[in-house]
């Protein structure tokens, strides 16, 4: 049976990889894009923000650095999973990053002279957390293919940690 990812979401035991994620408060779903009328200026946006779109605001961003570090440490296990399971597994990462007070922002296009965001909807943010997690994933699987599992791949996307970092979305 097919089911669409919000209710396998809200139904979904994720592997015990993912615990962190599925522990995290299951925030209010934003059904479509907040009002631009209310538009997030840069001096309101948070470090736990992540902003959406290219180049060097959004690559030096401390919600897009601390995103992507959580992003690489669940890759591999979002690559493994079964296919029906990965926009469930999507949405808690974006559940995560939001339970952080983390948004996702996108710029105003409309309103550029301003350089405001607004908030986008859970589509969109479910959306951008599965390419991020998609992202790059052919070459570290021809890798692993090629030279089998290093040390470098052992613990990537299991959500392992040798308690020697800090959680990036925990304060420290």
């Not at 605001?57 to 992003?71: A, D, H, M, Q, Y």
């Not at 409309?110 to 951008?128: I, L, M, Q, R, T």
């Amino acid at each position: 049976q097919h089911l669409s990812t919000k209710v396998r979401y809200q139904e979904y035991t994720p592997p015990q990889a993912w615990s962190e994620l599925a522990e995290a408060d299951k925030m209010p779903e934003i059904k479509e894009d907040y009002d631009k009328a209310r538009p997030v200026v840069p001096s309101e946006v948070s470090p736990n923000d992540v902003l959406l779109g290219r180049g060097g605001l959004t690559n030096s961003n401390p919600g897009n650095i601390k995103f992507r570090e959580l992003v690489r440490k669940y890759r591999m296990a979002y690559c493994t999973a079964p296919k029906g399971d990965k926009g469930a597994l999507a949405r808690y990462l974006c559940n995560f990053v939001r339970s952080k007070k983390g948004r996702f922002l996108k710029r105003d296009d409309e309103n550029d002279s301003a350089h405001a965001y607004f908030e986008v909807g859970d589509e969109k943010a479910v959306s951008k957390c599965g390419q991020a997690l998609r992202e790059g994933t052919a070459q570290m699987i021809r890798r692993v293919m090629n030279d089998g599992i290093d040390e470098s791949l052992q613990n990537h996307g299991t959500g392992a940690d040798d308690g020697t970092r800090q959680h990036p979305y925990m304060p420290g």
